[in-house]
């Protein structure tokens, strides 16, 4: 049977998508295989195949764990990144203005999620960061993101975490700041939504390049003090 130009044209689209999937993955075992064996060896290796490919791209900043229970609840993937920023004066022992940045992760799979699963997720948020941060003068900001990997993804749902932004200063900033980041995934569509702050998507998102990945938190931390 001939093929209509249609079937050409939809055929040829998957290809290129199949084709770019690949030459991503390829670029990141290549740069995996430049780690040190001790941190590849670190990295937990999922049933998930979409989770173990998201970790190829996480490994290089976070510290991964598989199956973690946090806030009472399991999480398919957890992430931890710390960085500590310090200017000195001569010598690396005559250091001041210290800072600190913390980022968590936090990746579950679900079938459908709803805006009142959303919001229960913000609460959770506030309940960690006031365990987790040390409210002071060297703590600069922490992200807390939560990554839904869903099968089904409401318009609802999508307008409410685009529109999403959630930013709280802790005594009036002079503690830093701390934000809750959302993101939903739909791999099997393509599809992904992210709420403003939540750069950590650009890792999710597998069937695009990250060879010129937007300004995130961490980078903006970085050009702010690391002058």
């Not at 970790?55 to 806030?71: C, K």
């Not at 960061?129 to 992200?143: F, K, L, M, P, R």
């Not at 939903?184 to 702050?197: L, M, N, Q, W």
Request: proline residues 2%.
């Amino acid at each position: 049977m001939r093929e209509t130009d249609d079937e050409k044209r939809a055929r040829e689209t998957a290809e290129a998508s199949d084709s770019h999937s690949y030459v991503a993955e390829r670029s990141a075992a290549t740069a995996a295989e430049t780690l040190p064996r001790e941190i590849r060896d670190a990295v937990p290796d999922w049933d998930d195949e979409y989770l173990d490919r998201v970790s190829d791209r996480l490994m290089y900043n976070y510290d991964l764990e598989r199956d973690r229970e946090v806030g009472g609840e399991r999480w398919e993937m957890y992430g931890e990144m710390r960085v500590l920023n310090q200017k000195q004066f001569f010598h690396p022992a005559l250091s001041y203005a210290d800072h600190e940045a913390e980022e968590y992760l936090l990746v579950r799979r679900t079938t459908r999620t709803t805006v009142a699963e959303l919001q229960r997720l913000i609460e959770l948020g506030h309940e960690l960061a006031s365990q987790w941060i040390v409210a002071d003068e060297e703590h600069y900001g922490t992200d807390i993101s939560f990554v839904l990997v869903c099968e089904e993804l409401s318009e609802e749902v999508a307008a409410f975490i685009s529109g999403f932004r959630e930013r709280k200063l802790l005594k009036f900033g002079y503690y830093g700041h701390y934000d809750i980041n959302l993101v939903a995934i739909v791999p099997e569509k393509e599809r992904a939504v992210a709420s403003e702050a939540a750069d950590i998507v650009e890792a999710f998102t597998l069937w695009e390049d990250v060879t010129t990945p937007q300004e995130g938190f961490l980078s903006r931390f970085a050009k702010r003090f690391w002058r």
